[in-house]
């Protein structure tokens, strides 16, 4: 079971909408997007799917994308990250005892994959899940991620309930903790802050 394919063609949909953006956009990556970071992680970080002109456009998990801002400014605050900007896949950062996968690894229309879609990309998270070492921190961006997470895990849904700052207990001595995608949206509306977002980071640093 491979943890990713870059010539991962499987959902007709999604090909379909990456062919039509390699023609708008020929210089984007437009391809499944590589997980990034440490190979054998303390912390693992599940996203929902490449941004069009973030992971979409340099090929690196919320890299050049607004939900990255956050994100990697926190990662470099708590010591997973050698630099506070994510602009572009060859900008020298590096990852430390992290990792950050999505639940889908091609770009969606409109950000929004299908039920369909998760599931045929599902064996991808699955295989990473299934290669973390005793005592990881399994972090889920947002609803979908979480769901997807547990799909790959074979739990229940309704035994793992989504909440930002739920901390679930898994096999293994591994833990889920869920938060609020960092996105655009979440950030700007204040429904995520930055004192909530680093509040996340300071259980990661605790149950490590």
């Given at each position: 079971?491979?943890?990713?394919?870059?010539?991962?063609?499987?959902?007709?949909?999604?090909?379909?909408?990456?062919?039509?953006?390699?023609?708008?956009?020929?210089?984007?990556?437009?391809?499944?997007?590589?997980?990034?970071?440490?190979?054998?992680?303390?912390?693992?970080?599940?996203?929902?799917?490449?941004?069009?002109?973030?992971?979409?456009?340099?090929?690196?998990?919320?890299?050049?994308?607004?939900?990255g801002i956050l994100l990697y400014e926190t990662l470099h605050r708590f010591g997973f990250a050698n630099k506070l900007v994510s602009e572009h896949?060859?900008?020298?950062?590096?990852?430390?005892?992290?990792?950050?996968?999505?639940?889908?690894?091609?770009?969606?229309?409109?950000?929004?994959?299908?039920?369909?879609?998760?599931?045929?990309?599902?064996?991808?998270?699955?295989?990473?899940?299934?290669?973390?070492?005793?005592?990881?921190?399994?972090?889920?961006?947002?609803?979908?991620?979480?769901?997807?997470?547990?799909?790959?895990?074979?739990?229940?849904?309704?035994?793992?309930?989504?909440?930002?700052?739920?901390?679930?207990?898994?096999?293994?001595?591994?833990?889920l903790l869920d938060s609020y995608h960092c996105s655009r949206y979440n950030t700007q509306t204040r429904r995520l802050t930055e004192k909530m977002?680093?509040?996340?980071?300071?259980?990661?640093?605790?149950?490590?």
């Open positions: 079971m491979s943890h990713f394919d870059p010539d991962c063609r499987q959902c007709p949909r999604l090909d379909k909408f990456l062919k039509a953006v390699r023609k708008d956009y020929p210089d984007y990556h437009a391809k499944p997007v590589a997980p990034f970071g440490d190979l054998h992680p303390k912390l693992l970080i599940v996203g929902l799917a490449p941004g069009m002109h973030g992971a979409n456009a340099t090929g690196r998990p919320f890299t050049g994308d607004y939900a896949k060859n900008d020298g950062l590096l990852l430390k005892k992290c990792r950050i996968t999505n639940a889908v690894k091609c770009l969606p229309p409109e950000n929004k994959p299908t039920g369909d879609e998760i599931s045929t990309c599902n064996h991808y998270l699955k295989a990473e899940l299934s290669a973390l070492d005793p005592g990881t921190v399994i972090l889920a961006l947002g609803t979908i991620a979480h769901k997807a997470t547990l799909m790959a895990l074979d739990l229940k849904q309704k035994s793992y309930p989504f909440g930002h700052g739920h901390l679930h207990e898994l096999t293994g001595g591994r833990w977002f680093h509040e996340i980071f300071n259980k990661v640093v605790e149950l490590l």
